[in-house]
Nanobody, 117 residues
Framework: VQLQASGGGLVQTGGFLRLSCAAS????????MGWYRRAPGKQREMVAT???????NTADSVKGRFTISRDNAKDTIYLQMNSLKPEDAAVYYC????????????WGKGTQVTVSS
């Protein structure tokens, strides 16, 4: 499977961005999809995940500001990020799970989000 993330960039505090991640060349049925991020000097953390059925799980730190959505027909997820803060700056990674193989994770290359204060 190939994961192509896009939509990162530089934005001012309070601004917004929309990330997209499309999964392609998958020879298996994709399960949960999600966004994770890693800020400099910090561990990777979950931002938001979504099941095929649309059930979402969102980190408390972004709840109310970030919204994850999914288009199963396109194997694509989106992350609408509003009211961005400097602490949201990180490399954002897309992840998909393979339920048929112990729910192992596949990761995209990441897209940089920079928030200026």
């Amino acid at each position: 499977v190939q994961l192509q993330a896009s939509g990162g960039g530089l934005v001012q505090t309070g601004g917004f961005l929309r990330l997209s991640c499309a999964a392609s060349r998958s020879d298996f049925s994709i399960g949960d999809m999600g966004w994770y991020r890693r800020a400099p000097g910090k561990q990777r953390e979950m931002v938001a995940t979504i099941t095929r059925g649309g059930y979402t799980n969102t980190a408390d730190s972004v709840k109310g500001r970030f919204t994850i959505s999914r288009d199963n027909a396109k194997d694509t997820i989106y992350l609408q990020m509003n009211s961005l803060k400097p602490e949201d700056a990180a490399v954002y990674y897309c992840c998909v799970r393979r339920p048929s193989l112990g729910n192992i994770a596949y990761w995209g290359k990441g897209t940089q989000v920079t928030v200026s204060s």
